[in-house]
């Protein structure tokens, strides 16, 4: 065979590699954004029980439904918050949840499929091979994760643990990144190295951006952005003394709602200097559109942000604001990746 069609046919195979990955960061985006309309909608403990097989099966005779929403009225949620819903109440919540299941199973049909049929066809490197395993691997946990959250709102208090809500969040942060890592690196046919010495100032911004998103899951867990809906001050004052009212002190910092709102308005001062800084860093060294993108999405967040505060935590923004600081990360993390060829 003529080494030329050799060489465009093993382009043209990294090329579906690379949409593989990129449809697999791209459905868990859209799984990102459909639980936090889940988590905003109160319908995240609709759905009591695991079941991976059957559990892809919606209710589908009045008597199903009338299961399992007995099931759903045995729970705290049901008998202290929702007490006297209606069964049509119920069915919008039950399908809220059930959408978000049924993606995350369409999400591992979307990874198994291809995996075999490259393999079938041996596409993947070893080292592609060893990497989405890791993948795999990572996408399983979170979807652990996410029953483990549940159960955590299915006790006593019908309100899941922000700590796992946050583990939830942020382990789909990290196989939404890896996706789309392992997709550029198959685009542009590189090895390019995170961790390199050259880009410190990129992996300085990413840290920053992984611990706000972790303070903003924090902030959803805890209704923090209920506490105080004025800016820049937190009425009249930019720390209010009942931020220190839990003793011991330290516990403040992780489960005082005043004090995470606190903590996620300072901290994302910080973001949108670093970001800024990047973006100018960016543009300088020539990579103008991902600079100029950087920037934009910088001010559209900054703005949702503020404007989810001042209007009470209203559904279409706290779901924007969460939706464009993934997209952010997607392309501060891209900024990342392209200047690592500096090196």
Known sequence: MDRNVVLAK??????????????????????????????????????????LIMGAVPPLSQQHWDEVFAAYRQFPEYQMVNHGMSLSEFKFIFLMEYSHRLLGRLLGLMFMVPFVVFLMKRALSHQQIRESV???????????????????????VPRVSHFRLAAHLDLALIVFSLSLWLSWQAFFRSRSVLFRRTN???????????????????????????????FPLMDQVWLPKAAWQLEPVWLNLVQNPIMIQFLHRSMAYFVTILVAVYSVWMIRKGFTRIGTAMSILLVLQ??????????????????????????????????????????
């Open 134 to 156: 890791w993948l795999l691997f990572l996408g399983g946990s979170q979807g652990l994760m996410g029953w483990y959250m549940v159960k955590s709102g299915l006790v006593d």
């Open 302 to 343: 900054v703005c949702l942000g503020i404007a989810t505060l001042l209007k009470y935590v209203p559904l279409s923004l706290a779901s924007a604001h969460q939706t464009v600081a993934f997209v952010l990360w997607a392309v501060v993390l891209f900024a990342t990746h392209r200047a690592n060829k500096l090196g």
């Open 10 to 51: 093993g382009q043209r195979m990294l090329r579906m590699v690379s949409a593989w990955y990129l449809a697999i960061a791209v459905a868990i985006l859209a799984m990102v954004v459909l639980g936090g309309l889940v988590r905003l909608t109160g319908s995240g403990l609709s759905i009591v029980e695991w079941d």
């Open 200 to 230: 410190v100032l990129g992996l300085g911004v990413l840290m920053a951006l992984f611990i706000q998103i972790t303070l903003g899951a924090f902030v959803s867990g805890l209704h923090a952005g209920h506490m105080f809906n004025t």
